[in-house]
């Protein structure tokens, strides 16, 4: 007969079995963060270049982001789209994910890199209790997406150090900022892993001798630069036109020259370090502000936050804020049509090498009334 097994040893192999089970979970859930969700490319892209292909030393390291390339096939301007440079600011990545997937320039060329940063959608920020994703109801079904940190993951560039010295201007900031991509401009060839990536964006705008950048971001809805443009000085004529045309379609939206003593920022070094002209746009996310109620995908994709709301009814906000919300699909709206009235207001300015004219975009109240998920491809197997 059968030797009775002791109950030390069957609980032992419970415990181990119990144990591989938990790590098979973790272990996919894990790797999982480390994925980057599909982008399906629309009839627009001509090209689907590395970020490597300017700066080598890119390759193999989770700074090697896409570059999607939209050539009209007729000779034009330049413009390059920057979302995902802070992944915890979800609008500036959709959008950009939205001109990859929709957008069919006529004239000119169109670069889009929706993960400038795609270190920082691997990890979430510490102690904001950020869901990991948020989902996009398309016509073919729910899409998900990472919803990332400021600033690059601590696994790929670790320690901060107390004080960052940015490196060109010796600005010193807050460690934290170590790892924030939106201070690392113009970027540094041998410097650390996210002043890489800053160089590799302004070689590649070098190279392209790309007239046009637009940095997508959001902030608070409480912090000052909020529903702007902030402008490099050389790119005012354009910006102000934009922004003028931007109001003339109802939209809350203010103009800021960008400060000649802060730093580090897109629309500082990229203007003064190249010949683009670079632009920013912000749009207001509940989710990041300091005011807002509980943290949640609902919060992101929604927008709806009571306590912004009362805030707004005492005249604490930089932008109104109704019980509505301020939806995801808006603030995308905005930053859509934001790309679209600065590429108008350059070509207006008659600028010598040609123009870059985008195509036909879903328009704002479009936009609104449909939701971007009307505007993305559905999910399909790659
Ligand atoms: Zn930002």
């Known amino acids: 007969m059968f030797k009775k097994i002791p109950s030390h040893i069957l609980s032992a192999a419970a415990l181990c079995l119990l144990a591989v089970c938990a790590v098979v979970v973790l272990a996919r859930e894990f790797t999982g963060m480390w994925q980057d969700e599909p982008i399906y490319p629309g009839p627009g892209v001509s090209a689907v270049e590395k970020l490597s292909d300017y700066f080598p030393r890119l390759k193999d390291s989770r700074g090697n982001t896409d570059i999607y390339v939209l050539d009209s096939g007729k000779p034009g301007a330049s413009m390059l789209v920057l979302g995902g440079t802070h992944p915890n600011e979800p609008a500036g990545f959709i959008a950009a994910l939205s001109l990859v997937e929709r957008c069919q320039p ?3 060329i169109l670069y889009v890199i929706p993960r400038a940063n795609r270190s920082a959608f691997t990890c979430t920020d510490p102690q904001e209790a950020a869901p990991m994703y948020f989902t996009i109801e398309t016509a073919g079904g729910p899409r998900v997406f990472r919803f ?5 993951n601590p696994i790929d560039q670790w320690p901060d150090r107390e004080v960052y010295v940015h490196a060109s201007s010796g600005q010193t900031l807050s460690g934290m900022e170590t790892r924030n991509l939106n201070r690392a401009y113009p970027g540094l060839k041998n410097g650390n892993f996210t002043e890489q990536i800053a160089f590799g964006i302004a070689s590649l705008i070098r190279e392209k001798d790309i007239d046009i950048t637009i940095d ?4 608070s809805p409480e912090y000052p630069t909020i529903n702007a443009l902030v402008s490099h000085e050389r790119a005012m004529d354009v910006a102000a036109w934009a922004v003028m045309y931007m109001q003339m379609e109802g939209m809350q939206i203010s103009l800021e020259v960008s400060p000649r003593n802060l730093r ?3 629309h500082r070094e990229l203007g003064d370090h190249t010949d683009t002209l670079a632009v920013l746009f912000e749009s207001a996310n509940a989710s990041q502000g300091r ?5 949640s995908e609902e919060l992101i994709v929604k927008g709806v936050d009571p306590y912004y709301t009362l805030a707004d009814s005492y005249g604490k906000l930089y932008v109104s804020y109704p019980a509505s919300g301020i939806s995801l699909s808006e603030r995308v709206a905005r930053h859509l049509c934001g790309i679209e009235q600065v590429a108008v ?3 207006e300015s008659m600028y010598p090498k040609g123009q870059v004219d985008l195509g036909q975009l879903p328009g704002y ?5 449909e939701g971007i998920g009307a505007f993305l491809a559905p999910p399909r197997e790659l």
């Not at 990332?148 to 690059?152: D, E």
């Not at 005011?291 to 943290?295: A, F, Q, T, W």
Request: charged share 20%; net charge positive; proline share 4%.
């Open 291 to 295: 005011l807002r109620g509980p943290m």
């Open 365 to 369: 109240s479009q936009l609104m009334s």
């Open 264 to 266: 580090g920022l897109s």
């Open 345 to 347: 207001s350059y070509n």
């Open 148 to 152: 990332g940190s400021r600033a690059t």
């Open 216 to 219: 997508l971001h959001e902030a």
């Open 106 to 108: 006529r004239e000119g």
